[in-house]
């Protein structure tokens, strides 16, 4: 076991929480089981629930380097693995063509010097203890991309025809993170361990709100985790196309306190409605509904 | 829960419960297969399995891979390893088990049905006649449904050869957009490195031409929209199965609104046309009823934002436009979907009549935020849909 892996449920639980990132045991089951068992961690949920923020958070509490790779339309292999610097491999074609016979020439401009590392190989060529792999919103790419990212995320290792096999130095943590605008093919699934992401609670959301909004007093950023939880219950989530997700929620928080609010009241809630909600139906439908959702919770 | 109740890793016990959870959920439709079984067992041994919580995480994240099948996973789970006797039956598979059908008011059918053991199952299937009584009403509502269904599902022997004809000999050509991949080609622009030297290597190592890189064309993605309400009943089947052979190969969602909307993508993966048919009216709850254009749509832009792509949708609204529904609510539904796609694309089989115009209330929408309306009431006409349809995205 390397040092440093937190390796029980609770020592993730806790790593993390001292960076900032409040995990439930559900889902530090799944992390504590992806890295123990080698296999990729997908991460679906609905936009800012954290997905992204929890592959930021272990590539801190590990220490180690975190690749990205962000999908989207129209991505493909050389903005995802490698291209060749073609331009610096001509330029060298031209200055030595008088000097070397051909076959040394052909070695040296495919010497490794040439070759642009994009992120899933400079995941791969990474130096031991490894790095944390995010694969960002993979429901962006297209289906060949998946095709292939499913023999990588199967064998952690490409095939450069010029040079050969590369392989994983060490392997790395891998996230992959889908907002589900598409389902993904389930072989990509099967490689994978699956969660799904759900809202935090409301202790969860007030700690999350504490730490990133320290500046909120106490009584404000747990009206904010107490407001933005009732919202996303029923029967007011209905209401609603796009619930805010936990980014809104310490952005609203923020907010809040840029305005000098002490409490939330109708006028500030109407006036900061964009913070929360993106689209003009929901600023609409939250305008209707702010009386009922600042009214106090009856005593439990 | 406790550790002996599950049985020890090494005495093979462990292995066996884990095996048949893992049938279980199986049974009840979730993508179980061995290699999983294994990897949850490698799982359980990974956490502290006397937590009940903790080996329910590690089962769920092993053997859950979509987000609908939480709930199902969550029964189960609580069924079989609740009480060691339940689960012991069950795996056994020989008794009903009177636990689980005392709670079953509250399960997903899928779950309930993956309890029940296959003898009770079978009995269920050969005589349901006490199940009908206490159901009336809405048995004799989907009886209706269900004759009516019936004739959508198959197509005829004439039929079938005239959808395959038209299909290969009218393919729809699905106008094409220059996606953001790229290939050589040779108009000016970025230079196709690649390409470059190989052709080069070609020629002694000059470079005489020099490809550039140029965006792959590919089909615009297509969303079918079909009206399957009373009135369009005559048209929605061989449209569907049309479409379904001619709009081969292109990305496509498909839907289907009555008094609902219904998915059909699914079905539209069928490669025969009647297995796509007897598919479609499965999913298809309320086939010829009636229509609720706006509701549909809402539940299109809601629920199924994602079938639209970034503008770029060809959008094929199957309808006659005979709609009842609140007008207002389907002209702000009907301008959304015009905004998200490139072009929107009436198709209205009451073209037919000379002098037609539309006039009803939800065709007066219709014909308002529709790019262009196109007649499809016979197969003739579809040959000239294919015409139509280059003409209209040329502009």
């Known amino acids: ?300 | 829960m406790s550790v002996s109740m599950l049985g020890d890793a090494r005495s093979g016990k462990l292995a066996e419960n884990i095996m048949g959870f893992g049938r279980l959920l199986r049974r009840a439709g979730l993508p179980v297969d061995s290699s999983r079984i294994a990897l949850g067992l490698q799982a359980v041994q990974a956490v502290d399995i006397g937590s009940r919580d903790q080996l329910r995480w590690a089962l769920e994240s092993v053997l859950v891979s979509r987000e609908q099948d939480r709930v199902v996973f969550g029964e189960l789970f609580d069924a079989i390893f609740r009480n060691p006797e339940i689960a012991k039956q069950l795996m056994a598979q020989l008794l009903p088990v009177s636990k689980a059908q005392k709670e079953s008011a509250r399960r997903r059918p899928r779950s309930q049905e993956a309890l029940s053991s296959p003898a009770q199952r079978q009995r269920e299937d050969a005589a349901p006649p006490k199940e009908e009584h206490r159901l009336d009403a809405a048995m004799s509502m989907s009886d209706q449904q269900r004759l009516k269904q019936a004739d959508f599902e198959m197509l005829s022997a004439s039929e079938y050869r005239l959808v395959q004809r038209l299909a290969t000999q009218i393919a729809l050509p699905i106008p094409q957009w220059p996606s953001r991949r790229r290939m050589a080609g040779r108009r000016a622009g970025a230079l196709h490195w690649a390409a470059c030297l190989r052709r080069a290597a070609q020629t002694g190592g000059e470079f005489i031409e020099l490809p550039s890189r140029v965006p792959r064309l590919r089909p615009l993605p297509v969303v079918i929209l079909v009206d399957v309400s009373g009135s369009m009943e005559r048209y929605a089947r061989m449209l569907l199965a049309f479409l379904h052979a001619a709009t081969r190969g292109a990305a496509r969602r498909v839907f289907a609104f009555g008094s609902q909307l219904t998915d059909l993508t699914r079905a539209f993966r069928a490669e025969d046309p009647d297995d796509m048919l007897v598919q479609a009216a499965h999913a298809i709850p309320d086939f010829a009823g009636g229509t609720r254009m706006a509701e549909s749509l809402k539940v299109l832009r809601t629920e199924h934002r994602g079938a639209l792509i970034g503008r770029r949708s060809l959008v094929l609204v199957i309808s006659d436009g005979l709609d009842t529904g609140d007008l207002q609510a389907l002209d702000y539904e009907l301008s959304w979907l015009h905004k998200q796609s490139h072009r929107m694309v009436w198709l209205n089989p009451l073209l037919r009549f000379d002098g037609y115009a539309p006039l009803a209330g939800g065709a007066r929408v219709l014909a308002r935020q529709s790019h262009a309306m196109l007649a499809v009431h016979n197969l003739s006409r579809l040959e000239e849909l294919a015409e139509a349809l280059r003409q209209l995205l040329r502009r």
């Open chain 1, 1 to 300: 076991m390397t040092p440093g892996l937190p390796d029980s449920i609770s020592d993730w639980i806790g790593a993390l929480q001292a960076q900032g990132y409040f995990a439930d045991g559900r889902l530090a089951t799944a992390l504590h089981l992806a890295v123990r068992l080698g296999r990729p961690l997908l991460l679906e949920g609905e936009p800012g629930v954290g997905k992204t923020e929890l592959a930021k958070a272990v590539s801190r509490v590990l220490g180690r380097e975190m690749v990205r790779l962000q999908c989207y339309d129209g991505l493909e292999q050389r903005d995802a693995l490698y291209e060749w610097n073609h331009a610096a491999q001509l330029l060298h074609l031209r200055l030595a063509q008088q000097s070397s016979a051909p076959e040394q020439l052909e070695r040296e401009i495919y010497d490794p010097q040439y070759l642009i590392a994009r992120p899933l190989l400079k995941a791969l060529q990474a130096q031991p203890p490894g790095v944390v792999l995010l694969i960002d919103e993979v429901d962006r790419a297209d289906e060949p991309f998946e095709a292939f990212l499913l023999e990588y995320l199967g064998e952690y290792q490409v095939s450069i025809p010029e040079l050969g096999t590369v392989g994983a130095e060490a392997m790395p943590i891998t996230f992959l993170t889908s907002n589900r605008t598409r389902d993904l093919h389930d072989a990509v699934k099967r490689r994978c361990l699956f969660h799904f992401m759900d809202y935090p609670d409301r202790d969860r959301e007030l700690a999350i709100v504490r730490q990133h909004v320290p500046e909120a007093s106490a009584q404000l950023s747990s009206q904010v985790a107490a407001f933005v939880h009732k919202l996303r219950s029923q029967p007011y989530a209905d209401a609603f196309v796009r619930l805010p997700g936990i980014a809104e929620s310490v952005e609203w928080a923020k907010a809040l306190v840029a305005l000098n609010t002490v409490h939330l009241d109708p006028e500030v809630v109407d006036s900061t409605a964009g913070v929360l909600f993106k689209q003009k139906e929901d600023v609409a439908a939250l305008g209707s509904l702010t009386n009922d959702l600042l009214a106090p919770e009856k005593a439990a």
